[in-house]
Nanobody, 118 residues
Framework: QVHLVESGGGLVQPGGSLRLSCAFP???????????MGWYRQAPGKQRELVAG???????KYAEFVEGRFTISKNNARKIFYLEMVSLKPEDTAVYSC?????????WGLGTQVTVSS
């Protein structure tokens, strides 16, 4: 099973910012441009939920709770996509995972912890 590689999580104070990155491995690099991608999160005791998605055509969508605070983007040349998060709240604390839907199937990262606390 091929995993995507996340980075950028950590501990941040309320109101702070983080940028998460999700890199495609070399074995999937050829399908980066044709993949739909997304970020999900799962807080303790809760179900995993979609945070943001971006299609292969570059159309993005966001969960209502984002309220304009997060931005999903991608870099086709570097084969990496991002989730820029600002104005973070304690309720944003969760494990964030990236996903890609490629012609080969669905691919997940192993997750990165984001903790928003003072």
């Amino acid at each position: 099973q091929v995993h995507l590689v996340e980075s950028g999580g950590g501990l941040v104070q309320p109101g702070g910012s983080l940028r998460l990155s999700c890199a495609f491995p070399r074995s999937l690099a050829s399908v980066f441009s044709s993949s739909d991608m997304g970020w999900y999160r799962q807080a303790p005791g809760k179900q995993r939920e979609l945070v943001a998605g971006i299609t292969s055509d570059g159309v993005s969508k966001y969960a209502e709770f984002v309220e304009g605070r997060f931005t999903i983007s991608k870099n086709n040349a570097r084969k990496i996509f991002y989730l820029e998060m600002v104005s973070l709240k304690p309720e944003d604390t969760a494990v964030y995972s990236c996903n890609a839907q490629s012609p080969y199937g669905s691919h997940w990262g192993l997750g990165t912890q984001v903790t928003v606390s003072s």
